[in-house]
């Protein structure tokens, strides 16, 4: 509940209200407790106090639950019997203005980025690569930059990651050794994320983060990412939202800490950000997270234990809402024992104590005062919502969708030119040139095929008639001389030279007659 005179107002002890100092609220917050203890609902009272001072916020609904903060609450036995503990007479019960977004386009406006946007550092996180399949994937996205060719879907890093298989020997003098069994892992570990459905993740139009940041009616719109679905991917999960704390950092401009924040961003579930996280990731995630605040962004995690937190990033979570922990095991006592080291103490009660005896809706509290410094802990009771409590039906939520100013923006999938295209369209001419150049070997011009084979034929017929001349006229000298030295009659040589010239000229018919059909057979069979 926000007013001027209690400024953003959360919850109440016996020393009276307790609010987040609103130039302080970028400085990052944590809402920690067992399952069932009420988290979900400080989730929910934040955030419509946050809308009704103007500050836009995004939150991921796990359960459907958040979507309520779209409804006017209703009075209920259970809040009228709680208005004196809050000094409240009349509650103005509201909703929020809400923008529904998936990743998956099925429960509100779609959200897509890029794989160039993703960066190889988050794609390896979300692709679970080993350093060896990182190093390549880092190659490939250089080698894209150098080219010009854009990463923008998934079968345009399997169209980078197929040409550089291809051309691995061109590249690793320079850029190191590209080994095809990293680049095939890399493939099935995509073929692994198309098959859980992120391919409607990857791609264009991609989502403008200022599209987060908007007022309407002089309250902030509450941008509920459904993720019931996502859920079951938790990486995907984590790294979607790393993603867009990223391009948070990276876009908006510095502008040091305002009377209010310009952005409040809810992690719910957030020990999946850091489960499996190498340092490097890690390191960036604190960086992030120290110098988003300068950019008017506030951050608030949501998980069971502070120990789900790296201790670096737990030290940046100012404002802190610890709902009751559980102690049964030794485990679960040391969970306690340094959930309550993280709150200022308090004379008046044991923390540790304390955190195992909190009711349902009951909580320590420790908002950061006008200097930055923590507040001692207070035992105080949440605030109810003004919003309805619990999920909306399936005919408001489509509503909903389409009221708003950005329905349509993000609905049809662009698919402009990009490395598989670009690749492809290479691919097509090389073979075009290769079959080309094949063409020209193997298919001599028909002119002169036809040229050579009348040459070939009008040769031989000159030589056969050429041989059997020749022979003839030898056979006919070799018959005269033996006469003469025989001195035989004429008659008689008449009569045999005759026969041997007669012999003579039909052998050179059959030998032109033999040349002639071998050639003709050899043409038709040609």
Same mark, same amino acid.
């Given at each position: 509940m926000y007013d001027k005179e209690r400024g953003l107002y959360i919850a109440h002890s016996s020393n009276g209200a307790l609010s987040i100092t609103g130039k302080m609220a970028n400085r990052h917050g944590l809402i920690a407790g067992a399952t069932g203890t009420g988290k979900t609902v400080t989730l929910q009272v934040m955030a419509e106090t946050f809308c009704q001072a103007g500050v836009p916020c995004f939150m991921?609904?796990?359960?459907?639950?958040?979507?309520?903060?779209?409804?006017?609450?209703?009075?209920?036995?259970?809040?009228?019997?709680?208005?004196?503990?809050? =000094?409240?007479?009349?509650?103005?019960?509201?909703?929020?203005?809400?923008?529904?977004?998936?990743?998956?386009?099925?429960?509100?406006?779609?959200?897509?980025?890029?794989?160039?946007?993703?960066?190889?550092?988050?794609? !390896?996180?979300?692709? =679970?690569?080993? =350093?060896?399949?990182?190093?390549?994937?880092n190659i490939v996205f250089r080698i894209a930059d150098e080219r010009g060719l854009l990463i923008l879907d998934?079968?345009?890093?399997?169209?980078?990651?197929?040409y550089v298989s291809k051309n691995a020997k061109e590249y690793t003098t320079k850029y190191g050794n590209i080994s095809s069994a990293s680049v095939g892992a890399i493939q099935r570990a995509l073929l692994q994320l198309e098959n859980q459905g992120a391919d409607k993740f990857f791609g264009e139009p991609s989502f403008d983060i200022y599209d987060l940041m908007q007022t309407e009616g002089g309250k902030g719109i509450m941008n509920v990412l459904a993720a019931d679905k996502l859920m079951m991917q938790p990486k995907l999960y984590s790294?979607?939202?790393?993603?867009?704390?990223?391009?948070?950092?990276?876009?908006?401009?510095?502008?040091?800490?305002?009377?209010?924040?310009?952005?409040?961003?809810?992690?719910?579930?957030?020990?999946?950000?850091?489960?499996?996280? !190498?340092?490097?990731?890690?390191?960036?995630?604190?960086?992030?997270?120290?110098?988003?605040? !300068?950019k008017g962004v506030g951050i608030y995690f949501i998980t069971q234990s502070p120990t789900d937190i790296p201790e670096n990033i737990l030290g940046?979570?100012?404002?802190?809402?610890?709902?009751?922990?559980?102690?049964?095991?030794?485990?679960?006592?040391?969970?306690?024992?340094?959930?309550?080291?993280?709150?200022?103490?308090?004379?008046?009660?044991?923390?540790?104590?304390?955190?195992?005896?909190?009711?349902?809706?009951?909580?320590?509290?420790?908002?950061?005062?006008?200097?930055?410094?923590?507040?001692?802990?207070?035992?105080?009771?949440?605030?109810?919502?003004?919003?309805?409590?619990?999920?909306?039906? =399936?005919g408001q939520r489509l509503d909903i969708i389409k009221q708003s100013r950005i329905y349509g923006k993000y609905d049809t999938p662009i698919d402009r030119e990009s490395a598989f295209e670009v690749l492809m369209a290479e691919a097509e001419k090389q073979l075009a040139e290769q079959r080309q150049q094949q063409a020209e070997i193997d298919i001599p011009k028909p002119e002169a095929k036809t040229e050579k084979k009348k040459s070939g034929m009008m040769s031989k017929v000159l030589k056969a008639v050429l041989t059997a001349i020749t022979s003839t006229f030898a056979t006919i000298l070799g018959t005269y001389v033996s006469d003469k030295v025989t001195g035989k009659k004429t008659k008689s040589r008449t009569s045999t030279t005759g026969r041997v010239a007669k012999n003579a000229t039909s052998a050179a018919t059959r030998t032109i007659t033999k040349e002639l059909t071998r050639d003709i057979l050899g043409n038709l069979i040609k």
């Open positions: 991921a609904d796990m359960k459907g639950d958040l979507s309520g903060i779209s409804q006017i609450g209703k009075m209920s036995g259970f809040i009228e019997k709680r208005l004196p503990e809050f =000094e409240i007479e009349n509650p103005e019960f509201q909703s929020c203005p809400v923008r529904l977004f998936d990743v998956f386009g099925e429960q509100g406006h779609p959200m897509r980025a890029t794989i160039s946007q993703m960066g190889p550092q988050l794609l !390896s996180r979300l692709l =679970e690569l080993n =350093e060896t399949q990182d190093g390549v994937l998934l079968k345009d890093l399997r169209a980078m990651l197929d790294t979607f939202l790393l993603w867009l704390l990223s391009e948070l950092y990276s876009t908006l401009p510095e502008v040091g800490d305002l009377p209010l924040p310009k952005l409040v961003f809810f992690f719910d579930e957030a020990h999946m950000l850091f489960d499996g996280t !190498s340092k490097a990731l890690l390191d960036k995630i604190e960086q992030v997270i120290r110098l988003i605040r !300068s940046q979570l100012g404002n802190r809402v610890q709902h009751a922990l559980r102690a049964y095991t030794p485990k679960d006592q040391k969970a306690v024992k340094t959930a309550a080291d993280t709150f200022r103490a308090n004379p008046d009660f044991k923390t540790d104590e304390a955190i195992m005896n909190l009711e349902t809706g009951e909580a320590l509290v420790s908002f950061l005062d006008e200097k930055g410094a923590p507040n001692m802990v207070e035992r105080a009771k949440i605030l109810f919502p003004l919003s309805q409590i619990g999920a909306i039906t =399936e």
